[in-house]
């Protein structure tokens, strides 16, 4: 049914840095959680810097991480985050920074 033990919660993401190698001009990382979508401004290095507050509902098991071109038409690069394993929705203050892989969707990259 969608339904689990955490209330709906606001989460604050840093989207820092995305590195690959490849001939994209720019890029940009969408983050989709249920409903919810936030993306961030195109870079052409790939450092982005961007704060995202994302609000995530009771019920939402999975957080979808896209590395986009900077239209955001194609996606390069996917992952999907637990928002318990992975985000650490049960520690009280989550976690510092960690680095995860993506998976390559396009082969421009």
């Known amino acids: 049914i969608g339904v689990d033990k955490f209330p709906d919660t606001t989460l604050v993401i840093v989207v820092h840095e995305a590195l690959y190698q ?15 979508q936030a993306v961030t401004d195109a870079d052409a290095r790939g450092r982005f810097n961007h704060p995202i507050l994302m609000l995530v509902e009771q019920g939402t098991e999975k957080i979808s991480v896209d590395l986009t071109d900077a239209a955001g038409a194609t996606v390069l690069a996917s992952l999907a985050l637990d928002v318990v394993t992975d985000l650490g929705i049960r520690r009280k203050f989550g976690f510092r920074e960690q680095v995860f892989p993506m998976k390559q969707r396009h082969r421009a990259i």
Do not use: K, N, S
């Open 22 to 36: 490849g001939t994209v001009a720019a890029t940009r990382v969408r983050l989709l959680a249920g409903d919810h």
